[in-house]
C-alpha cells in the first residue's frame, strides 16, 4: 500500500511538472542587451541588480534615519523600530503563517531565533492578510489598516513608530499580459501597468499613515506556473509583476534626479512617498535553476491550489529575507550588530 501512495504522489508531481506551461528569463539573470517579449529590459536597477549610486546613497541615508522611537514618534534609546508587512495571503504565509504564533520556517519565526537579528528594539508585525490584493491598500477602505493598527496594538507600539513597510502584493484575476508594443500609463489595465500604479498610489499613502516611515521593500512574487485554477493569479502575471516593481522604483529614481513625475506610477519623491526599493526578488522559472541555484518545484506549494507556498518554499523565501536583511547596507535596522 505505501509503494502505492508513493507512486501516486510520484506521477502527480510529474504530471505538475510536465504541465509547467510558462518559463523566463529571472530579471536578475539578464544579460546585456536580453529583452522579454523583444521589447523590455530585464535586471533589477536600470541594467544593474545593484542600486544606482545615487539611490544606494538616498537608501543608505534612509537607513540611517531609522531609529528607536516612543510611542508618539519621538527618538528614545527605550523606544522601538516597527516594521510591517502588508498584502496578500501568500505574504503573510511567508512571513509568519500564524495569528498566535509564527511558524518556525517563516521570516517572523526564523528572525526571532537568529542571534544575528536585532532583538533589542525591532518589532516585525505582520499585517498581510488573506484576498486583500493590491487595490485595496490604497487606503483605509478596506480596513486593512485599521487591521494593521489593531496587530502593532497586540505587539505594544504603535503607528507613530513605524518606519519600515514590507509589500509584496498581486491583482485579482489577472486577464491581460504584457505585448511588445504595451505602453503603460495610469490608466492601462494591463497588469503590470496597473499594479505599478497601484503601488504607487499605495506608497503615497503609507507616507500619509505612517508618518515616520523611511523605507519601502517590494519583495517578487514565487513562481505561479502549476497554479490551479488557472485564475488564480498564474504566469506570465507573477512574472511581469517584476517588471512593475522595477518600473516603480526607476520612476522615484528618475523623479529624484530629474523632478519628471512618471505618468503611470504617480509622484514619488521623497516628500511624497518612502524611499523605494527591491527587497530579495524571489522568482525562478519553476525547476530550472537561476544562476544562484534557486528553483520552485511542485512540493514547494500547496496541493489545493499550486499557487501558495508549502513549508518548504516559506523556508527558502524567510531564508533569503534573513540574508538579504542582514547584509544589506539599507536594512542596518535588521542587524544586532547594526553592520
Known sequence: MKNVVLLSSLLLLTTLVGAQGFSATPLTDFQPGQLYLNAFQGTLYEGSNSAPADHDSD?????????????????????????VGIGMSNWTDELCDSRTQCISQSFLGTSVKDPQVNHKTLIIVDCAKPGQVADRWLDDHFLNYSYCKSQLQRQGVTEAQVQVVLYKNALENPSQPLKSNTVCTATSRVEACHYEHLVGVTARFLKTRYRNIQQMFLHSRIYAGYAKPHTLDPEPFAYEYGFATKWLIEAQIQQVRTG????????????SAPWIAWGPYFWASGATPR??????????????DMTHPSPSAVAKVSGMMVNFYLHSPFSTWYSANGH
Not at 74 to 79: D, E, I, T
Not at 260 to 271: C, M, Q
Not at 298 to 303: F, K, N, R, T
Open 291 to 304: 544562476n544562484d541555484g534557486l528553483t520552485w518545484l511542485p512540493q514547494d506549494y500547496s496541493l489545493s
Open 59 to 83: 537608501g543608505r541615508n534612509a537607513a540611517q534615519r531609522v531609529q528607536p522611537l516612543d510611542s508618539v514618534g519621538h527618538p528614545s534609546p527605550f523606544g522601538k523600530i516597527v516594521v
Open 260 to 271: 519628471i513625475v512618471d505618468d503611470t506610477a504617480g509622484r514619488l519623491d521623497y516628500a
